[in-house]
């Protein structure tokens, strides 16, 4: 609503308003730009200009969207996914992730996974199998053993530190 409200402010007309993307119809002045951009930033957003920033912020929408929006996870692998997703081979992807943010795609989704394992344990009060098979785990055993190696903690301490 943000995003919309500030366009409309502009008298922009845009085609589409979606996490992380707009796309108006009018060319932008660079005044415009920059006052567009302060405007946001005082909301905490940014304005992404740079190709490769972009495509980095897409892969991170698709694949905050795969992790906790999605009703079931895809059967197939996460390089598939997201370069099926963006269109653009996964190696090419991939390393402009890297470069850009000094760690791996597949860290980058691991991270989010165990956070929603975390999310479906406390608040959702799902069990270890459940969230396994929603998650898309080959087992419990593996998702305990995902969850301990990124936390520290088994699953079933951490839901007795966090009840």
Do not use: C, W
Request: no cysteine.
């Amino acid at each position: 609503m943000i995003v919309k409200s500030e366009l409309e402010k502009f008298g922009f007309h845009f085609l589409i308003v979606d996490l992380g993307e707009v796309e108006i119809m009018e060319n932008i002045s660079d005044d415009q730009y920059i006052l567009l951009n302060k405007n946001l930033e005082n909301s905490g957003l940014e304005l992404l200009n740079d190709k490769k920033r972009v495509l980095v912020e897409k892969i991170k929408n698709a694949i905050v969207e795969l992790v906790y929006y999605s009703e079931e996870q895809p059967k197939v692998n996460l390089s598939d996914y997201i370069s099926g997703k963006l269109n653009y081979e996964y190696t090419y992807l991939a390393n402009l992730f890297s470069e850009s943010q000094s760690f791996t795609i597949e860290h980058f989704f691991l991270e989010h996974k165990i956070e929603r394992v975390k999310e479906l344990l406390i608040y959702e009060k799902k069990s270890l199998t459940e969230i396994a098979y929603l998650l898309n785990y080959s087992s419990v055993a593996h998702l305990s053993n995902q969850f301990k190696k990124m936390t520290g903690l088994t699953p079933s301490n951490y839901k007795i530190i966090k009840l």
